[in-house]
């Protein structure tokens, strides 16, 4: 994902290897690591990616709270984020405003407990966790009617439920749907009050369910 794959000047030889029967000599060098992390979305309810890093440069999009992204380090500085979207999308954000230290989800996570987080709600506090419950089924019921997950549909009744029982971590749409759960469950479960915000996150809704069907139509 890094913007410059170009290798720095300070990159040093490291073994020069000489056939004395040919006039190629060949050069290995240490190329430097890409330290890409992932984030979240968070302290505000959308933050705008932009082309360059500054506050004039012209904006890309509007990523909803929580949307999670690939932040390249190699790139970021203290104050702006070099990031992609699941989308393919790519450009600036300002770094305070993504999480850093959130953890991916895995395949093995539970399904409940991820989408409680990324709603604010501890895994300990199980007052809510009917209701959610309920969305996170129908949102799979949706999924379902796209052709995504088991061809026999997928239903959770408690936290023992894992990502990797609904779908594999070699499916092709495996971010978009994860990313489409959460979005789903937090405008049933707690939508936003302000009307531009619910208008972003349904328009990212859109688009997600448009590329699944389109990714499963080609399958």
Known sequence: MSKNNKIPEEVLEKEILYDENSDCVETTVDEPEDKITYGIVCGCDKLRLREEPYVDSR???ELPKHTRV?????????????VETEFGSVGYCMKNYIDLNTKV??????ILTTIKKMLGISEEYEHF???????INSTFSILAQLGVGPDKGFSIHDKTAKWS??????????EL??????????????????????ES???????????????????
């Open 105 to 110: 989800i895995g395949m093995t996570d539970s």
């Open 165 to 174: 029982d609904y779908i594999s971590d070699e499916d092709a749409t495996l």
């Open 129 to 135: 966790d009917i209701d959610i419950i309920t969305h």
């Open 70 to 82: 690939i932040v390249d380090e190699n790139i970021t500085n203290d104050e702006w984020a070099y």
């Open 201 to 219: 996150f349904n328009r990212t809704i859109n688009e997600l369910e448009f590329r699944l069907n389109i990714s499963k139509s080609f399958e």
């Open 59 to 61: 904006i890309i999009s």
């Open 177 to 198: 749907v994860k990313t489409y759960v959460q979005l789903k469950v937090r405008m049933l479960f707690d939508p936003p009050s302000s009307n531009a915000v619910m």
